[in-house]
């Protein structure tokens, strides 16, 4: 029985301007912000600073490299400061449904090998992680979304459809 849950919170916001992110997800670009604000970008200016003292600038190694690293630097602050600005914070709900942030496990219908995935939004997933994570908006995530424990779901991809059965939903 695929059900659907219309009260979860899930998917996009309405007006396509929030970026949704779960707790940890926020919590996560907030640090990163407040490093790179309170502790890289002041390193950088000094960094300027030194080179700068060594005169003329035109031909100055240190002072180009201080420079490439200060545009990006400040590249990732306003990218984190707009996140930030947009983010719409989704926390998880107790459910047997399948929602943002929820840690599956599920078994290809081809395998007896079963995998887990965790799905985030988009902006903050990471698929190099122990449980890899997804991005909500994902084909595989967009499968998933609303089911629970025991449905089998056909995931649709552009690169072909496959089966799989979900084993346990952590929220």
């Given at each position: 029985?695929?059900?659907?849950?219309?009260?979860?919170?899930?998917?996009?916001?309405?007006?396509?301007?929030?970026?949704?992110?779960?707790?940890?997800?926020?919590?996560?670009?907030?640090?990163?912000?407040?490093?790179?604000?309170?502790?890289?970008?002041?390193?950088?200016?000094?960094?300027?600073?030194?080179?700068?003292?060594?005169?003329?600038?035109?031909?100055?190694?240190?002072?180009?490299?201080?420079?490439?690293?200060?545009?990006?630097?400040?590249?990732?602050?306003y990218e984190?400061?707009?996140?930030?600005?947009?983010?719409?914070?989704?926390?998880?709900?107790?459910?047997?449904?399948?929602?943002?942030?929820?840690?599956?496990?599920?078994?290809?219908?081809?395998?007896?090998?079963?995998r887990k995935?965790?799905?985030?939004?988009?902006?903050?997933?990471?698929?190099?992680?122990?449980?890899?994570?997804?991005?909500?908006?994902?084909?595989?995530?967009?499968?998933?979304?609303?089911?629970?424990?025991?449905?089998?779901?056909?995931?649709?991809?552009?690169?072909?459809?496959?089966?799989?059965?979900?084993?346990?939903?952590?929220?």
């Amino acid at each position: 029985m695929n059900k659907k849950r219309e009260d979860l919170n899930v998917g996009k916001d309405m007006t396509g301007e929030k970026i949704l992110l779960t707790r940890t997800g926020y919590e996560d670009k907030k640090n990163r912000l407040k490093e790179l604000v309170n502790v890289i970008r002041p390193q950088i200016l000094k960094e300027l600073s030194a080179a700068r003292e060594q005169g003329d600038l035109s031909e100055n190694a240190d002072y180009d490299t201080a420079k490439n690293k200060q545009a990006k630097i400040e590249a990732e602050i306003y990218e984190l400061e707009d996140i930030l600005s947009k983010a719409k914070i989704v926390d998880i709900k107790k459910s047997e449904y399948i929602q943002l942030g929820s840690i599956v496990e599920y078994q290809k219908e081809s395998e007896k090998k079963t995998r887990k995935v965790q799905i985030v939004g988009s902006i903050e997933a990471n698929s190099l992680l122990n449980i890899p994570q997804i991005g909500n908006d994902s084909p595989f995530a967009k499968s998933l979304l609303n089911q629970k424990k025991g449905n089998k779901v056909t995931v649709i991809t552009p690169i072909g459809n496959y089966e799989i059965k979900i084993i346990s939903v952590k929220n």
